[in-house]
């Protein structure tokens, strides 16, 4: 099944098979397609790219299809990067981090930092905070290769 081409996100380049390849939800995802494109809310004389997670309901194209700014995407890249190094480690804390010291990291990136931090605001995060490490290492086999995958792309590129 081919991205369709005539909507206002314009794919440039484009992964067609994504749904063989979605992680857990490989051959049996709704997500059929990622691409790089011109982004849907350029206005006359801007240009933006961005990036899209295309899905099909097996009738019609989803409205549930995402588009991101690339920072974005790579914004989570680096979410998940040091969600992932906080977990490796989680197990040292009674309650997997220190209630004394919620902030993870401050990344820096244009014009401030990215304060990655548990949400101790969430009433349920003991509780979460299980259920998302359990998540996070049944995955770990998916996300560990998508990241070895990245970091070998990266070292390639000189970063």
Same mark, same amino acid.
């Given at each position: 099944?081919n991205i %369709?081409?005539?909507? /206002?996100?314009k %794919?440039v380049?484009?992964?067609?098979n994504?749904?063989? +390849?979605?992680g =857990?939800n490989?051959?049996n @995802?709704?997500a059929k397609?990622l691409s790089l494109?011109?982004?849907q809310?350029?206005? =006359?004389g801007k240009?933006? +790219?961005s990036? !899209? +997670?295309?899905?099909?309901?097996?009738? /019609?194209w989803s409205?549930? @299809?995402e588009?991101?700014?690339?920072h974005?995407?790579l914004?989570?890249a680096i979410l998940?990067s040091?969600? !992932?190094?906080? $977990?490796?480690?989680?197990y040292?804390?009674? !309650?997997?981090?220190?209630?004394q /010291?919620p902030? +993870?990291?401050r990344?820096g990136?244009?014009? *401030?930092?990215m304060t990655v931090?548990?949400a101790?605001e969430?009433?349920k #995060? *003991?509780e979460?905070?299980k &259920? $998302?490490?359990?998540?996070?290492s049944?995955?770990?086999? &998916?996300i560990?290769?998508? &990241?070895?995958?990245l @970091?070998? #792309?990266l !070292?390639?590129m000189?970063?």
């Amino acid at each position: 099944m081919n991205i %369709p081409m005539q909507l /206002k996100h314009k %794919p440039v380049v484009v992964v067609e098979n994504y749904d063989q +390849i979605d992680g =857990r939800n490989a051959y049996n @995802s709704e997500a059929k397609g990622l691409s790089l494109g011109l982004a849907q809310w350029n206005d =006359r004389g801007k240009v933006d +790219i961005s990036a !899209k +997670i295309w899905r099909y309901t097996g009738e /019609k194209w989803s409205r549930q @299809s995402e588009e991101m700014p690339m920072h974005r995407v790579l914004d989570l890249a680096i979410l998940i990067s040091r969600s !992932k190094q906080h $977990f490796m480690e989680a197990y040292r804390y009674e !309650k997997l981090y220190d209630p004394q /010291k919620p902030v +993870i990291d401050r990344v820096g990136v244009q014009g *401030d930092a990215m304060t990655v931090a548990i949400a101790v605001e969430n009433d349920k #995060i *003991d509780e979460d905070l299980k &259920l $998302f490490a359990q998540a996070m290492s049944n995955d770990d086999e &998916l996300i560990s290769e998508r &990241l070895r995958t990245l @970091s070998s #792309i990266l !070292k390639e590129m000189g970063y």
